[in-house]
């Protein structure tokens, strides 16, 4: 990692950063590559498969994914202006979590695979042929992209559970002694 790269605030839920669809990244410069160090940073100290720029309060099309596969391969990406260009027919359901929406789970039903298609912070354009926990996190980061959160898949009753379950987290929080 880059001498002096530290991990950045991650923005929660309820910020309209994360409703928004992020812009198209420009220029490859500099500045982006350091963006994407400090998403790797922010991800890591937060122990996450993942994470969009949005979540650091960044409304731009970038996204990093490290994931641990059960077969031991790791998979680890930043992609610049990503859009999945294949999907599976077959569909999976397993738990997701959010680093924004800290303290809850639930399982979504996603394609099992996906291609995406993009840029590596250089500039390169990068094809990313994914499955399993692989082809989840990025479809749930490019999702982010869009101002789309794993909770807009749940069923009216079970959101309704988890956000309550959320905000109760969230107060047992700033007031620990209520
Ligand atoms: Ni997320």
Redesign the pocket.
């Known amino acids: 990692m880059t001498p002096g790269v530290r991990a950045r605030p991650i923005v929660l839920l309820g910020d309209p950063v994360l409703r928004e669809r992020a812009r198209e990244v420009e220029a490859f410069d500099d500045a982006l590559r350091t963006l994407v160090d400090e998403m790797f940073a922010t991800m890591a100290v937060a122990d996450g498969a993942?994470?969009?720029a949005p979540?650091i309060g960044v409304s731009r099309r970038i996204l990093v994914v490290d994931v641990r596969h059960s077969e031991g391969d790791h998979a680890r990406v930043a992609l610049v202006n990503p859009v999945i260009t294949e999907r599976s027919e077959r569909e999976a359901r397993d738990v997701e979590?959010?680093?924004?929406?800290p303290g809850v789970k639930e399982s979504v039903r996603r394609p099992v695979g996906v291609v995406v298609e993009g840029f590596d912070p250089s500039g390169e354009p990068l094809r990313v042929e994914a499955e399993g926990l692989y082809a989840r996190a990025l479809q749930?980061?490019v999702d982010?992209l869009d101002g789309v959160?794993?909770i807009d898949y749940l069923s009216p009753l079970k959101r309704n559970l988890l956000l309550r379950k959320y905000r109760k987290l969230r107060e047992a929080e700033e007031d620990p002694a209520g």
């Open positions: 993942g994470l969009a979540q979590g959010c680093l924004s929406i749930h980061e982010h959160l794993f």
